[in-house]
């Protein structure tokens, strides 16, 4: 697999240590305009960390992007005269749609929009894509490439913005919950690095125990709660104060302003 990561930056890194750390590769082309950041990279073998974009396509098959909206098309314009039909084209980027893409370098390549989350760094990346028709052809590729970092699901496009919200955005929205937990654990009396780890093996148990019991949260709740109990206790003093509707309305919130992004910034 020779792939290349046009725009190595909070994303493409972690993306990148992904693959290096998951992936057998051929080659992997790292691109960004500061290659200073990627000096973790230079010491994996087939690793080649470059200023040009044209050198990573000319030597690649699968190209993923990972610039900012407002940079693609620029990118895009000067990599045209090298990019060919063989290439499959994975963007990774907020708001930009398959038909804009298309628009940018024609209707007769192949391309793949996914959305990764910062966790493919450790391999644990829930990953949404969708395609063109060409992209369809060969979207096994892709899911092949994301499938080792994660867990990938083929949505509609129009599902994509929700997708970016609960997904990529999610790292953040759950990176806060800990935080909460380890600052109620501190309170209680742990110490700052126990508390966190209470908080973040706490919050690992509870996905596994729903992914690997395909249960609905609240069939597991029923078995921590018991009647009087701290628990539900905890629980309902929590849902007074709006913790699941402050959450759903955050979701909804971040979904509006995701559908300005691109207007925003293209
Ligand atoms: N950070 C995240 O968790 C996620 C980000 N995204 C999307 O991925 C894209 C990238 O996001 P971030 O990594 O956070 O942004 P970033 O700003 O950290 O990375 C973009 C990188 O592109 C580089 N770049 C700009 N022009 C270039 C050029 N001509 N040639 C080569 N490199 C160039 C920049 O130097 C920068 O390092 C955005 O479109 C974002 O919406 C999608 C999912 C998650
Ligand atoms: O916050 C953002 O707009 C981007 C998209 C999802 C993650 N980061």
């Given at each position: 697999?020779k792939?290349?990561i046009?725009?190595t930056?909070?994303l493409?890194?972690?993306?990148?240590?992904g693959?290096?750390?998951?992936?057998?590769?051929?080659?992997?082309?790292?691109?960004?305009?500061?290659?200073?950041?990627?000096?973790?990279?230079?010491?994996?073998?087939?690793?080649?960390?470059?200023?040009?974009?044209?050198e990573?396509?000319?030597?690649?098959?699968?190209?993923i992007?990972?610039v900012?909206?407002a940079?693609?098309?620029?990118?895009?314009?000067?990599?045209?005269?090298?990019?060919?039909?063989?290439?499959?084209?994975?963007?990774?980027i907020?708001?930009?749609?398959?038909?804009?893409i298309?628009?940018m370098?024609?209707?007769?390549?192949?391309?793949?929009r996914?959305?990764?989350?910062?966790a493919?760094a450790?391999?644990?990346?829930?990953?949404?894509?969708?395609?063109?028709?060409?992209g369809?052809?060969?979207?096994?590729?892709?899911?092949?490439?994301f499938?080792k970092?994660?867990?990938?699901?083929?949505?509609?496009?129009?599902?994509?913005?929700a997708?970016?919200v609960?997904?990529?955005?999610?790292?953040?929205?759950w990176?806060r919950?800990?935080?909460?937990?380890?600052?109620?654990?501190?309170?209680?009396?742990?110490?700052?690095?126990?508390?966190?780890?209470?908080?973040?093996?706490t919050?690992?148990g509870?996905?596994?125990?729903l992914?690997?019991?395909k249960?609905h949260?609240?069939?597991e709740?029923?078995?921590?709660?018991?009647?009087?109990?701290?628990t539900?206790e905890?629980l309902?003093e929590?849902?007074?104060?709006?913790?699941?509707?402050?959450?759903?309305q955050?979701i909804?919130?971040?979904?509006?302003?995701?559908n300005?992004?691109?207007k925003?910034?293209?």
């Open positions: 697999m792939i290349a046009i725009g930056g909070n493409g890194q972690s993306i990148a240590k693959l290096v750390t998951n992936q057998e590769l051929t080659s992997l082309y790292l691109t960004k305009r500061n290659l200073t950041e990627l000096k973790e990279f230079e010491h994996y073998k087939n690793v080649v960390l470059t200023q040009d974009n044209s990573a396509v000319q030597h690649t098959d699968v190209l992007f990972a900012q909206p940079h693609l098309e620029g990118v895009l314009k000067k990599i045209q005269s090298v990019l060919t039909k063989k290439h499959i084209i994975i963007s990774t907020t708001g930009v749609s398959v038909a804009d298309e628009r370098v024609g209707e007769d390549k192949c391309i793949v996914a959305m990764p989350n910062t493919i450790v391999g644990k990346s829930m990953t949404c894509m969708c395609s063109n028709a060409l369809k052809q060969r979207i096994d590729i892709a899911e092949s490439i499938n970092l994660g867990h990938t699901l083929e949505i509609p496009e129009a599902q994509m913005q997708a970016t609960i997904c990529a955005s999610g790292i953040a929205f990176m919950l800990i935080r909460a937990t380890t600052q109620g654990a501190i309170q209680l009396g742990f110490d700052a690095k126990e508390a966190q780890q209470l908080a973040m093996y919050s690992e509870a996905a596994s125990l992914i690997q019991n249960q949260p609240e069939q709740i029923d078995r921590v709660t018991t009647p009087k109990g701290c539900i905890g309902n929590m849902e007074h104060k709006g913790l699941s509707s402050s959450l759903i955050g909804v919130a971040s979904f509006h302003k995701i300005t992004i691109k925003e910034q293209l």
